[in-house]
């Protein structure tokens, strides 16, 4: 089966995240990007429609879902783009808004998660994948000879090479010796092609290879970055805690000292579960435990100073009382010994806030006998 649509290839995008990128710039990349977007599109319809009338039609169509949300997750993106290109009328401030579109993080992921990518990424990965499924299907582009072909390999072979001098000691040297193997068959084929032999049963395993190397490279790259982000928003969150679990320790202490019954909540010390931990599984219990720590700090917080204010409020309410009973009973004994009363209560320590309930209540019942409403 023959695939009408050219392959589309990814423009270089313009400047870098925080940047103000000159307009006539953005333009020439928005007009490369929507044509780029477009040709995928058609193009990945068509490995589609190819996909579901293989043989191996169930195993492709992870391939197809991932493809097709990595393209969609461009899209959406491209569209928030225009809407601040708002054709052309943009400043500094708007330029530096599209560069951190273009190169902040978008989610591209199918049905097994999500991924954190860059809109350059993304696009990248999307070529990776539809070459990938191209050489599975094992079709050729109808508008791409061999020598085109080679061109894209190379180009390939390229970019992975930028990749893999960013790759971590850990793999480094498997991803040398990877791009090396791409490299130098890239090379062999090209040097056939010159002399005229017949290269179209090798070519294609080629661009599998180089585009399955390529996709795990940027996926590698992702998944490194996120992993980099969650650590750091862990120690973050951590010392954020850290601090608020102080707090809340002396505003506990502050209530157990100042009124009676004061909540009897542990305050969770944050640094009990230990420092941030770097392997993926670990960091992801890890901040689920700080989660939790969270939200017990959060309702510890709650209930000490609740109960400070409660003693706050049942102390403002007699006072707002006396001031009234001081208009219409001035002279009345009850209403100042319950008030001398209250007031005792409050100004001792512990305060017992059942007692000056009581009390309060009680004022608020003598003074509606003597005819002043305290609703």
């Excluded at 313009?14 to 044509?35: M, N, R, V």
């Excluded at 505003?251 to 909540?263: G, K, Q």
């Amino acid at each position: 089966m023959t695939v009408r649509t050219p392959t589309a290839t990814a423009p270089a995008p313009p400047g870098k995240i925080g940047s103000s990128i000159p307009a006539t710039e953005l333009l020439s990349f928005l007009d490369a990007l929507g044509t780029w977007r477009d040709r995928r599109k058609a193009e990945l319809d068509e490995l589609d429609q190819a996909a579901l009338h293989s043989p191996d039609a169930d195993a492709l169509s992870a391939d197809v879902v991932l493809s097709m949300a990595v393209w969609k997750a461009v899209s959406d993106r491209y569209e928030l783009i225009l809407v601040t290109w708002d054709s052309g009328r943009v400043g500094a401030k708007e330029t530096e808004r599209i560069s951190t579109l273009i190169w902040g993080g978008l989610d591209a992921g199918g049905a097994g998660g999500s991924l954190a990518v860059s809109l350059p990424e993304a696009c990248k990965l999307s070529d990776a994948l539809a070459a990938s499924l191209r050489g599975k299907l094992a079709l050729e582009p109808g508008d791409a000879d061999l020598a085109a072909r080679l061109r894209q390999l190379r180009a390939q072979v390229e970019r992975i090479n930028d990749m893999v001098k960013v790759e971590p000691a850990s793999t480094r040297n498997k991803a040398i010796a990877t791009h090396h193997d791409l490299d130098r068959r890239v090379t062999d084929l090209t040097e056939r092609a010159k002399r005229g032999a017949d290269i179209g049963g090798l070519i294609g395993p080629l661009e599998m290879d180089a585009a399955r190397t390529e996709r795990d490279l940027i996926v590698g790259a992702a998944t490194r970055k996120e992993r980099a982000g969650d650590v750091a928003r862990a120690r973050s969150l951590r010392g954020e805690l850290e601090a608020q679990g102080t707090a809340v320790r002396a505003l506990a202490d502050r209530a157990v000292a100042a009124v009676t019954p004061a909540p009897r909540l542990a305050v969770p010390d944050v640094t009990a579960i230990g420092p941030v931990p770097n392997t993926p599984a670990e960091l992801e219990k890890y901040l689920t435990r700080l989660d939790a720590v969270r939200r017990a700090l959060g309702q510890a917080q709650a209930a000490y100073g609740a109960a400070l204010e409660r003693r706050d409020e049942l102390a403002a309410r007699l006072d707002a009382y006396q001031v009234k009973a001081a208009k219409l009973a001035p002279s009345n004994e009850d209403l100042a010994e319950l008030y001398r009363r209250g007031r005792g209560v409050i100004e001792s320590e512990p305060v017992d806030l059942i007692r000056l309930a009581a009390l309060v209540a009680a004022y608020q019942a003598y003074l509606d006998s003597t005819g002043g409403t305290t609703k």
